[in-house]
């Protein structure tokens, strides 16, 4: 597992519906559904979402040596404009794949390859969704067209405007920025 998803706080045993005992299914293809929202962030400490509605398909494609997991995870959440502050829905659509393989021996693990001892008969994965939907998140979170969508909160646009513009007449008005202009001449 990687690093990041190592190092997440969380309560596990309120998140035990997202483990996946594989010790009992037979070879091939079985698929897992769950519904993300609210509740399964609160679990996370500092996490980064707070409000969702997302669903989860889980294909999990059991070999002789490994466990292939394939996420399918698509619906919205809920973020804080960047501009504006105003909460909107940001759409995702996530596609990602998670080798696990059966092995004794401790392998270098990688983000690609988790690795399985004989004694593990399932597979946490509230690790890994919460993961694959903190990166799907957009690092600048503005809601589409600043003052054009309905989530746009252009009261709050107008006072950042008034205190730009009110900014920007006290600079041109202190004498103390004059005599720093001129020192790049």
């Known amino acids: 597992m990687s ?3 190592g190092l997440i706080v969380c309560s596990l045993k ?3 519906e997202y483990s996946i005992p594989f010790s009992g299914l037979a070879l091939g293809k079985h698929d897992f559904e769950y519904d993300i929202t609210n509740a399964f962030f609160s679990q996370f400490e500092y996490a980064l979402v707070k409000k969702a509605d997302l669903k989860c398909i889980v294909e999990l494609e059991k ?3 490994m466990l292939i997991l394939n996420f399918k995870i698509n619906g919205v959440v809920y973020l804080n404009c960047d501009k504006c502050l105003a909460e909107y829905p ?6 990602e794949q998670q080798v ?3 092995s004794e021996e401790e392998i270098d693990e990688s983000d690609e390859i988790v690795t399985l001892g004989k004694n593990d008969h399932e597979i ?3 690790g890994l969704i919460y993961e694959y939907i903190t990166v799907a998140v957009p690092f600048i979170t ?4 600043p003052g054009n969508t309905p989530y746009c909160d252009k009261q709050t646009l107008e006072k950042l405007k008034a205190i730009s513009a009110n900014n920007e007449q006290n600079e041109s008005n202190d004498p103390r920025w004059d ?6 001449n």
Do not use: G, H, R, Y
């Open 124 to 126: 946490m994965i509230a």
């Open 179 to 184: 005599a720093l202009k001129n020192l790049n």
């Open 100 to 102: 696990a393989k059966f």
């Open 14 to 16: 309120s998140l035990k």
């Open 3 to 5: 690093t990041f998803a």
């Open 142 to 145: 503005v809601c589409n067209d």
């Open 90 to 95: 940001q759409p995702l659509d996530i596609q």
């Open 63 to 65: 070999q002789e040596t």
